[in-house]
């Protein structure tokens, strides 16, 4: 389903601005998030995502030191959406949403089947001002058949944009945005 | 041609993840640079931008501690490449790109006509260590005929995206790309 590229090709994932997932494995079970607000830092895979204590996976990865980074197609949309917007404190939502984890290679935390990409990564910062969360990505891997204008971007009010058109999940996340937005 | 909206739209802007100019002022002349490595960091509407000493406007957005980070449309795409490939050390990227800079009200630093969104930012932190410099939004101007679906992306490696179509500027930026994108 995957294949391993460049390392390189990590910042091509994370430069466009895509909305992402970021799972982490505890030990025990798989934990997953979406994530908006990410960084790339360097020619040498460095990227930041921007989260804290409020998402629970932020919790795991922490502990585990390590996450993956996947970038979903605009087809996983709305699951990616749902899942932003329930804590996995005490759901799996791989089982809740249907999610396939399957084995990376140098970290514990799950690919994500169905994403175009999944970057493996190690935490090697935090710098708790910012809610930053520094990584070093360790591995790409894409999917057979990614197609790059398939990726979806946040605007950052419940609506969404991908291949020119407007998707609006406002009623979805109400909770998650500042009430003036 | 602007009208100043609520603060809280500055992340709207951030967190799609489109590319940007940010503009600074040296005391004497206005300089710009193309930045696509951008984040949101809080919803108290700081952002954070990747850059360093190889951008000749960091030094001076460093010295004045503000900038301005716009928001061009896609119509813009070509010239935001080429103001991003030369250097403004010693040319007035405004005049050579025809830029017109026009007054911001809490930075000397430019807005910049034609852009769908220009927020006035301070320089609050420097993370040297990632080259990330945090940015406080303080006011928000967008285009009273802004159209957000003309944002346009970078996927990294030369080639952008804006309304489900790609444009290639590889040979535009092949030097500023590594040897093997």
Redesign the interface.
Known sequence: MFKEV?I??A??W?????VTLVSAFDGKRNHVMTI????????AQ?I?I?TGSWNHTFDVLMKSRECVVAIPPVSMAEKVIRIGDISGRKVDKFKKFCLTALPASTVKAPLIAGCSANLECSVI?H?E????V?LQVNKVWESKKTE??K?F?????GRF??????MNYRELMLDKL?P??
Chains 1, 2 share one sequence.
């Open positions: 460049d390189e090709r910042l091509l994370i430069e466009p601005g895509p908006s607000w990410t960084i790339a830092l360097d020619f460095r930041a921007c910062d710098l001002n910012y809610n930053l520094i790059r204008s990726m971007h946040a605007f950052g009010d944009a991908a291949n020119g058109k407007q500042p003036n937005l």
